[in-house]
């Protein structure tokens, strides 16, 4: 996916601009970037490739090469960034955070113009490149910003950084958080995609920007440029997943929301021949804690994570090395697993190959019986608006997959996967038994979209849910999405020009 930080400052804020992108980095790991607005005005920038070295290792020489008020920066899962674009609205960097569906339909049109890109390796498109080109084809840079987020399909978060300011706008529906703190002491502004990256730097929280939401931070200042629509699609994946447990969204603590979304797990749940409570690493311990607080079932660590030099992440892109990582950074403690009766909690379920070769692996090494807890529901539908399942098509994942053996052929229709959502049906369970089955478990339970809701603490509304159920009130496309979109009116907002003290 990919994180961005950034700074407006009144002293030097090159070192700040380092270490709060570095708390991005469990977002993505394959390219990492800064670009900072020197004294002279002229913008310096640095981007590596931090698939096989840590971010702070590759980017700390910038600590000592530049210094400047204004910087930005990314963690990045698919291009080169941040760019730097010369335009008709002045020098800029730019990065940005999300997916464009119709990247290629795009290129198409902006071809019959004379426009040109430049291709990344693989024949791809540079997802930013195509957000800069859109924005330049408007007067001023708001316009240019309203442009490219209605155009494209998927989602966009953004920094420019333009004239020692940053202008910093949410996506169109929100998909993706967007934060602003201040410090006090010097009136420093900061941006950030997670809260995690402010008390450190002794900032604090302002407040989210609102979907659509764009504004324009200066030293002791934050100017809204354009309102935010009604209509918030927040990834609910933040809290199961991708946040990091000190971040908080929308105002909810990620730790806090997985304690209680394992707690409702247990609730009702059949634990009593248990022995131990066990999480995967990272995201599915905090799941796991709430599961054994609430059943007195005691937590234990079957499978520790080689933490020094193992980076917490489902990405490289490639799926065996991606299955490499996944095997070689989690170590068993076969003392907590022998003769024991290991029920495990992680965050999801996407293709079910990680979790198969850890119950195989467990059952070599004595284990009694293997449960495994999904702390989201199943995984239907690949998600259109993140990088979270990029390379993925619906029968890449688990839940179809099993609906396909079910039914005797591949199964893309939206509304028949969408048949197998509704937990306790005769096709539900159906599918829940054949990933059981094909992974290997004594029993496998799926929280469910109610409940991981309830422990997000959002109305449904506020979420999206489109991976668990196809529901996407921005298409409007089933009766249930038209429902909440007409409820909310259209995503309008209206241009701002309203100044206030940060
Ligand atoms: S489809 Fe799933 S992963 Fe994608 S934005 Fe929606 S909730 Fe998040």
Redesign the pocket.
């Not at 999206?464 to 991976?467: D, I, L, N, R, V």
């Given at each position: 996916m990919g994180g961005f930080f950034g700074v407006v400052s009144a002293s030097n804020c090159v070192r700040e601009v380092f270490y709060g992108t570095d708390y991005h980095s469990h977002l993505g790991t394959r390219r990492g970037g800064m670009a900072v607005q020197t004294e002279d005005g002229s913008i310096r920038r640095r981007i590596h490739d931090i698939t096989n070295s840590q971010f702070k290792t590759k980017l700390e020489p910038i600590l000592s090469e530049c210094s400047g008020k204004c910087a930005i920066g990314i963690i990045s899962d698919v291009e080169d960034q941040p760019l730097l674009v010369s335009s008709r609205l002045g020098t800029y960097a730019i990065v940005t955070v999300g997916k464009i569906e119709n990247i290629r339909e795009l290129a198409e049109e902006s071809y019959r113009t004379g426009t040109f890109f430049s291709e990344m390796s693989g024949g791809e498109l540079n997802p930013t490149e195509m957000i800069a080109s859109l924005i330049n084809q408007k007067p001023d840079i708001i316009q240019g910003i309203q442009h490219a987020m209605d155009s494209i399909k998927g989602s966009c978060s953004l920094l420019i950084m333009i004239d020692g300011k940053i202008i910093a706008a949410r996506d169109k529906y929100g998909?993706t958080p967007v934060s602003l703190a201040k410090r006090n002491e010097d009136g420093a502004v900061g941006v950030a995609m997670e809260t995690s990256a402010f008390p450190n730097l002794d900032f604090t929280f302002l407040r989210d920007l609102g979907p659509g939401e764009i504004v324009q931070l200066s030293v002791n200042a934050i100017r809204q440029l354009k309102k935010p629509g009604t209509l918030n699609q927040i990834?609910?994946?933040f809290w199961v997943y991708f946040g990091y447990p000190s971040s908080n969204f929308e105002g909810i603590n990620t730790e806090s929301s997985r304690y209680r979304n394992g707690r409702t797990i247990a609730e009702g749940d059949d634990y009593e021949d248990i022995d131990s409570i066990c999480g995967i690493p990272d995201s599915g311990v905090a799941h796991a804690i709430g599961y054994s607080n609430a059943s007195g079932k005691p937590y234990q660590r079957a499978l520790v994570k080689y933490t020094p030099t193992w980076p917490r992440s489902f990405t490289p892109q490639n799926q065996a090395a991606r299955n490499l990582v996944a095997r070689m950074k989690l170590i068993p403690v076969e003392e907590q697993i022998r003769d024991k009766r290991l029920l495990f909690l992680d965050d999801s379920i996407v293709r079910g190959t990680q979790f198969k070769d850890i119950a195989r692996r467990l059952y070599e090494r004595g284990a009694k019986a293997v449960h495994l807890r999904s702390a989201s529901p199943p995984i239907m539908?690949p998600?259109?608006?993140?990088n979270?399942s990029r390379s993925r098509s619906t029968l890449d994942l688990a839940a179809p997959r099993a609906v396909e053996l079910l039914e005797g052929h591949p199964v893309e229709d939206p509304e028949l996967l969408k048949k197998y959502t509704t937990e306790g049906t005769e096709q539900y369970n159906a599918m829940v038994e054949v990933i059981r089955k094909e992974l290997g478990l004594a029993t496998l339970k799926y929280q469910t979209l109610e409940k991981l809701i309830a422990a997000i603490g959002l109305p449904k509304e506020r979420l999206?849910?489109?991976?668990y159920d196809g529901c996407d009130p921005t298409s409007g496309e089933c009766p249930a999405c038209r429902k909440i979109k007409e409820s909310l009116g259209k995503s309008k907002g209206a241009k701002g020009t309203k100044e206030k003290k940060a």
């Open positions: 998909r990834c609910s994946f539908f998600c259109k608006f993140l979270f999206c849910t489109y991976c």
